[in-house]
């Protein structure tokens, strides 16, 4: 029978397992010429620290040609990060 040291160990493996497994996933993601329900879309998948706004290293790390190319474009007030309203003008 299973200890249940063995049974957390599994379940623990698994969950780091799944965690690595989807954050190793490209986003494909489409910007700029949709809605602003897409917008707010793009916000919420690419703001990994839920402040708002998209930091370069956020950009980076989506893997979005799009946005890493034209990120000092859109960054109209250099600030270093893209807020919403700055997406939308662009």
Excluded: W, Y
């Excluded at 397992?17 to 998948?45: C, E, K, P, W, Y």
């Amino acid at each position: 029978m299973l200890s249940l040291k063995k049974i957390t160990l599994v379940v623990i493996s698994s969950l780091v397992a799944t965690f690595f497994v989807s954050a190793n996933q490209a986003t494909n993601i489409q910007t700029g010429m949709g809605s602003r329900t897409d917008l707010s879309h793009l916000l919420s998948q690419l703001d990994s620290d839920n402040d708002g706004k998209l930091s370069k290293e956020e950009v980076m790390a989506s893997k979005n040609s799009t946005l890493i190319s034209n990120f000092t474009k859109i960054d109209a007030n250099n600030d270093g990060s893209l807020s919403k309203k700055e997406l939308e003008s662009f």
